[in-house]
T-cell receptor, first 114, second 114 residues
Framework: AQSVTQPDIHITVSEGASLELRCNYS??????LFWYVQSPGQGLQLLLK??????LVQGIKGFEAEFKRSQSSFNLRKPSVHWSDAAEYFC????????????FGSGTRLLVRP | EPEVTQTPSHQVTQMGQEVILRCVPI?????FYWYRQILGQKVEFLVS????????KSEIFDDQFSVERPDGSNFTLKIRSTKLEDSAMYFC????????????FGPGTRLTVL
């Protein structure tokens, strides 16, 4: 069965520091991978996605993610975190059956220290 | 990014009552989804809807749930007899067509069952 694991429940970084959020997936075929961000009380905003091709994908707000098939990972990175990046981050895999539903990880809450 | 609105933003209801949550896409989409997020937990797939019928549903989506597009624009989720455990944030999502299309999420409806 498809699944997504985000091993870090909370991460705290200082403003200006680099960030890496981990995501591992379990999926039999080529995965469609996504990162969404959710600010408190808000909906889900797409940060970036990977379908095929270049394994390093760029997203909005200065985020990037790298797909590593050998490690079944799709980690999200940002070189310099801003206070406004504090939010919950969800990794998701698109299940390639008829509905292409999204299967989400449990999320990582990012706290930014001034 | 396609605009999606959901109404109401917050619904409070008594246990056993029926609720209807609405999703209004601004542009044309083919695939519609409902997800829910219980407070502090991950986002879970409920149901996908294509060509005026359910294409896939999760085991959460039991007989008390139903979906429809009554007028070709609004997409609704009905919960016939609400339970305390139905309290959650409900998100509508839309996808335009192919498997590689992004799902865009609405801002959500917070349902509180008392």
């Amino acid at each position: 069965a498809q699944s997504v694991t985000q091993p870090d429940i909370h991460i705290t970084v200082s403003e200006g520091a680099s960030l890496e959020l981990r995501c591992n997936y379990s999926y039999g075929a080529t995965p469609y991978l996504f990162w969404y961000v959710q600010s408190p009380g808000q909906g889900l905003q797409l940060l970036l996605k990977y379908f095929s091709g270049d394994t390093l994908v760029q997203g909005i707000k200065g985020f990037e993610a790298e797909f590593k098939r050998s490690q079944s990972s799709f980690n999200l990175r940002k070189p310099s975190v801003h206070w406004s990046d504090a939010a919950e981050y969800f990794c998701a895999v698109g299940a390639g059956d008829s509905s292409y539903k999204l299967i989400f990880g449990s999320g990582t809450r990012l706290l930014v220290r001034p | 990014e396609p605009e999606v609105t959901q109404t109401p933003s917050h619904q409070v209801t008594q246990m056993g009552q029926e609720v209807i949550l609405r999703c209004v896409p601004i542009s044309n989409h083919l695939y519609f989804y409902w997800y829910r997020q219980i407070l502090g937990q991950k986002v879970e797939f409920l149901v996908s809807f294509y060509n005026n019928e359910i294409s896939e549903k999760s085991e959460i989506f039991d007989d008390q749930f139903s979906v429809e597009r009554p007028d070709g624009s609004n997409f609704t989720l009905k919960i016939r007899s609400t339970k305390l455990e139905d309290s959650a944030m409900y998100f509508c999502a839309l996808r335009q067509g192919t498997s590689t299309d992004t799902q865009y999420f609405g801002p959500g409806t917070r349902l509180t069952v008392l």
